[in-house]
């Protein structure tokens, strides 16, 4: 299952709108939502957009807008939404498909005097203009984590946990202590939990570059902890953790994290550790609020 794309809200916005009655805009997205997808997984229906905001309203409310823009449905006052004549025809219809939007000549015509550019750009993406900066965004920090992880995996091992350290610290935790590199018993640090050090937390940093952290690695690390009275450890890995490591962590009585090479680098990019900020990009949108309360 899947949340629908914006141009397949179309007939249903126009549904809700069939009885000719005058609504907000965020009571439209609101029961267009509620009408036709409330059967949708909640996994789905929490996804957000890039911005924050509910991807389902976000995408209902831009099939909204295009749908002004064929004149299906107008707004006789600020941020309220009612269907035109047109509207109803096409709701009587029973179908309104992208193609179809892109061939209107109502839309064609309000796209080209607001100088929005080709509409068959519409069409060729099959997303809205928001799912289209999404997906854009995600294919660049996709790229970004995989190169990040190449570049993990090439540090020096004691950089590793440095780097694990700094990360630790902008995720707020308190100090790190790197343990001696003889005898440490399969520990690589010991941070404190809180800034104060009231609590101490035991870390295991592995930097590997291909196989799996395994079942004796967990049972070594866990063995460190318990032996020291210590009951909270972190196991971080530029690699994965076996199904064996896993059920070990999840048995012991040591409250084992677990942070492995997918998890590392996204928490390294939300943090800002090992990236930086290349390009601001501003989006703005009508501020409905602003002009209710005029």
Request: no cysteine.
């Given at each position: 299952?899947?949340?629908p ?43 957000k ?10 995408r ?32 009587k ?32 993406e ?5 799912d ?41 935790y ?7 590199k ?15 050090g ?14 799996d ?34 059920d070990?962590?999840?048995r ?9 090479g ?33």
């Amino acid at each position: 299952m899947e949340l629908p794309k914006y141009h397949e809200t179309f007939i249903p916005i126009l549904t809700v709108l069939s009885d000719g009655s005058i609504i907000h805009y965020n009571e439209l997205r609101k029961r267009v939502k509620d009408q036709f997808y409330s059967d949708l997984p909640m996994e789905l229906l929490n996804l957000k957009t890039k911005a924050g905001d509910p991807l389902i309203l976000n995408r209902i409310g831009w099939a909204k807008a295009f749908l002004k823009q064929a004149e299906m449905i107008h707004h006789p006052e600020r941020a309220l939404v009612q269907i035109t004549d047109k509207g109803r025809k096409i709701l009587k219809q029973g179908h309104f498909t992208l193609k179809e939007l892109v061939s209107d000549p109502d839309f064609l015509a309000n796209r080209k005097a607001s100088a929005e550019g080709k509409s068959e750009a519409v069409i060729e993406e099959n997303a809205s203009p928001q799912d289209r900066i999404d997906s854009g965004f995600r294919d660049i920090e996709g790229q970004l984590k995989s190169d990040l992880l190449e570049k993990l995996k090439s540090t020096d091992p004691y950089d590793f946990e440095v780097i694990v350290n700094r990360l630790l610290y902008a995720m707020g935790y308190g100090e790190f202590k790197v343990t001696a590199k003889s005898g440490d018993g399969g520990v690589d640090g010991i941070i404190d939990q809180d800034k104060l050090g009231l609590e101490k937390i035991y870390m295991q940093a592995k930097r590997y570059t291909k196989g799996d952290v395994g079942g004796r690695d967990m049972t070594h690390f866990i063995g460190a902890v318990s032996r020291d009275g210590i009951n909270k450890g972190i196991f971080v890995t530029t690699s994965s953790f076996s199904e064996s490591a896993k059920d070990i962590a999840d048995r012991s009585q040591v409250k084992v994290k677990l942070i492995d090479g997918d998890r590392l680098v996204s928490l390294m990019v939300e943090y800002n550790i090992g990236v930086q900020i290349k390009t601001h990009y501003e989006i703005k949108q009508l501020d409905e609020d602003f002009f209710e309360d005029e």
